[in-house]
Antibody, heavy 127, light 111 residues
Framework: EVQLVESGGGLVQPGGSLRLSCAAS????????MDWVRQAPGKGLEWVGR??????????EYTASVKGRFTISRDDSKNSLYLQMNSLKTEDTAVYYC??????????????????WGQGTLVTVSS | DIVMTQTPLSLSVTPGQPASISCKSS???????????LCWYLQKPGQSPQLLIY???SRFSGVPDRFSGSGSGTDFTLKISRVEAEDVGVYYC????????FGGGTKVEIK
C-alpha cells in the first residue's frame, strides 16, 4: 500500500523558515518523481514543485511564486522527500501535500499525472 | 501556464440522480505520445484529494464505475451516473501535459 506521511508543519513568522518532510513507503521511492502541492485555507489546489529521479539528475521545477525561496530535495536511501521553505510570506499559509507522480517510460510529457497524496501538513505564516 | 476552468462552481444533487462537471483547458492536453493528460480528483470533507480518473477516461484503482470521464483536446466532462452520499466533496480537474495546474473546483452536495 502506498503511504505518504508529511511532517514538519507549524506556525512561523513572516520571513522565517520551515522544513517539511515526507516519509514514503509501499513503493520504490527512488524510481518516482515527487511533487509538493498546497491548499490555502478554504481555497483550491496549487502545484508547488517537483523533484525528478536520479535517472533525470534529481532536477527540480517550481511554481513562479516560490522560485528562489523554496527548495525541494530527496533522500532515496531514506525514502524521504523534503521541502525547505525560506523567506516565508503570509500567502504561503496552506496545507502542504506530498504527492507521487506515476512512472512513465517513453515520450513523457513535462507535467505527468499525480496519483497518490499524503494527508497534508499545515503551515501557518503569521506574526 | 495552462488555465483550467471548471463549471459549475457548485452542484446540489438528489441521491440516485446523475451529475456532470465540465472542465476546459486554455490549450490542448493531447501529447505527442497520443495520450491526453487530464485527471479528475475528489477531495472529500476533511480529507486529502484522491485520484478518480486519469487519461481523460481511465478509472483509478478502486473507483466505482458510476464515475466516468470523457472529452478531448480542451473540453472534458466528469459524470456521476447515480450520486451517492459518499460522493460529496470538491472535484478538481488537473492537466499534466505541462507542469500541473488545477481547475478551481466544483463542490458537490446532496439535496
Amino acid at each position: 500500500e502506498v503511504q505518504l506521511v508529511e511532517s514538519g508543519g507549524g506556525l512561523v513568522q513572516p520571513g522565517g523558515s520551515l522544513r517539511l518532510s515526507c516519509a514514503a513507503s509501499g513503493f520504490t521511492f527512488s524510481d518516482h518523481y515527487m511533487d509538493w502541492v498546497r491548499q490555502a485555507p478554504g481555497k483550491g489546489l496549487e502545484w508547488v514543485g517537483r523533484t525528478r529521479n536520479k535517472a533525470n539528475s534529481y532536477t527540480t521545477e517550481y511554481t513562479a511564486s516560490v522560485k528562489g525561496r523554496f527548495t525541494i530535495s530527496r533522500d532515496d536511501s531514506k525514502n524521504s522527500l523534503y521541502l525547505q521553505m525560506n523567506s516565508l510570506k503570509t500567502e504561503d499559509t496552506a496545507v502542504y501535500y506530498c504527492t507521487r507522480v506515476p512512472l512513465c517510460t517513453t515520450r513523457c510529457p513535462i507535467g505527468r499525472d499525480i496519483d497518490y497524496w499524503g494527508q497534508g501538513t499545515l503551515v501557518t505564516v503569521s506574526s | 501556464d495552462i488555465v483550467m476552468t471548471q463549471t459549475p462552481l457548485s452542484l446540489s444533487v438528489t441521491p440516485g440522480q446523475p451529475a456532470s462537471i465540465s472542465c476546459k483547458s486554455s490549450q490542448s492536453l493531447l501529447h505527442s505520445d497520443g495520450k491526453t493528460y487530464l485527471c479528475w480528483y475528489l477531495q472529500k470533507p476533511g480529507q486529502s484529494p484522491q485520484l478518480l480518473i486519469y487519461g481523460v477516461s481511465s478509472r483509478f484503482s478502486g473507483v466505482p464505475d458510476r464515475f466516468s470521464g470523457s472529452g478531448s483536446g480542451t473540453d472534458f466532462t466528469l459524470k456521476i451516473s447515480r450520486v451517492e452520499a459518499e460522493d460529496v466533496g470538491v472535484y478538481y480537474c488537473m492537466q499534466g501535459i505541462h507542469l500541473p495546474t488545477f481547475g478551481g473546483g466544483t463542490k458537490v452536495e446532496i439535496k
